[in-house]
């Protein structure tokens, strides 16, 4: 376990120096404020975000890249073309949708990925519900919503969206 924490500081310590050598150019001159800055980044961060493991699969991570890709240009199309023509429907709304997944990375990956879907923006989490905004209620698919949740699932590794058992 102290082991466990250890690791953990120090890739910390290591991502929080590397965001300082960057911010400063390089310059060497910033590191003796700096070290005493990146320390209490990390412990902070330790503090408000204490480790929680997660796992994530190479096979899973290799198909979501083309599918991030493809959702990506879709969904900007999509957005571009309503933004430039008059006769795209905009009927904007939010819908709710249960969440399968459970709290923690996989929740929150989820959350961030849903603006990949055409027109869609996650608005709130309300307990186990997800808010999302749409820009038109007709585009918006309950099963996009599914599928990219049963693809972050696979993603973590954790029970897929629908197959708990009750």
């Known amino acids: 376990m102290l082991a466990s924490l250890w690791y953990r500081f120090g890739r910390r310590l290591l991502g929080f120096s590397l965001l300082w050598w960057l911010l400063t150019g390089g310059s060497t001159d910033s590191w003796p404020a700096g070290m005493v800055m990146v320390v209490l980044a990390v412990l902070l961060s330790l503090a408000l975000r204490p480790p929680v493991p997660w796992r994530v699969s190479l096979s899973a991570a290799l198909a979501f890249i083309p599918f991030f890709l493809q959702q990506s240009i ?6 571009a073309g309503r933004a430039f023509s008059a006769g795209l429907p ?6 709710e949708h249960p969440l399968n997944l459970p709290c923690g990375t996989a929740r929150i990956f989820l959350l961030n990925t849903i603006s990949l879907l055409p027109g869609t923006l996650s ?9 999302v905004h749409c820009l038109d209620t007709d585009s918006l698919a309950a099963d996009d919503l599914r599928r990219l949740e049963a693809r972050v699932a696979a993603l973590f590794m954790v029970t897929p969206p629908g197959d708990d058992d009750d």
């Open 74 to 79: 879709r969904g900007g199309i999509d957005v």
């Open 123 to 131: 608005a709130d989490l309300v307990e186990d519900r997800l808010i």
């Open 90 to 95: 905009l009927d904007p709304a939010l819908h």
